[in-house]
């Protein structure tokens, strides 16, 4: 990622604080629509789910400064997640719902721009995330 599309995501993260409860719905509700066996992978209690996504994101453009950190705290959850049974593919679905989410947020604000730099950030969660989850297979 380039200075300025971490600056363009941490900006939108910014914008899209007031409406983040909002956000966790509506991401899910575009993912199952998207893929509805992915809705097995979820307990039925989906009340936190949102909060959890929406808090994992800030954490990781948190992180931007030391993307060491990001590195070892997304390999951490992807491998969390290939325990609950997320395959690599899952994280292109989870992609596009999310991009959908950011741009249903921030409206005519979500700009080409603005979304290359979260197709940019997004990739590196996955990939890290992926990497992580390639640990579990390996040991
Ligand atoms: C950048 C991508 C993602 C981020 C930041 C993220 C973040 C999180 C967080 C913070 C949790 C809470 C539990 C934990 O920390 O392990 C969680 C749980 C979970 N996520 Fe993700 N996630 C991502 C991608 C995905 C994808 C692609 C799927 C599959 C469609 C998925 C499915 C799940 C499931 C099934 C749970 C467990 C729910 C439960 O049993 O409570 N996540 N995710």
């Known amino acids: 990622m380039t200075v300025e599309q971490k600056r363009l995501v941490t900006e939108s993260l910014t914008t899209l604080k007031p409406v983040a409860d909002l956000l966790g719905d509506i991401f899910y509700s575009r993912l199952f629509e998207m893929d509805p066996m ?33 590195e070892s705290t997304m390999q951490e959850f992807g491998l969390r997640h290939a325990g609950y049974g997320v395959k690599d593919y899952h994280y292109d679905t989870a992609e596009q719902a999310l991009l959908w989410t950011v741009r249903v947020g921030m409206g ?24 992580g989850a390639a640990k579990r297979i390996e040991t």
């Open 38 to 70: 992915l809705k097995y992978l979820f307990p039925s209690d989906m009340n936190h789910q949102g909060e959890k996504l929406i808090a994992a994101v800030n954490q990781a453009a948190a992180c931007f400064d030391g993307m060491e950190t990001l």
């Open 108 to 131: 005519a604000a979500f700009t080409v721009d603005v979304r290359h730099a979260w197709v940019s950030f997004y990739g590196e969660m996955a990939a890290a995330m992926k990497r």
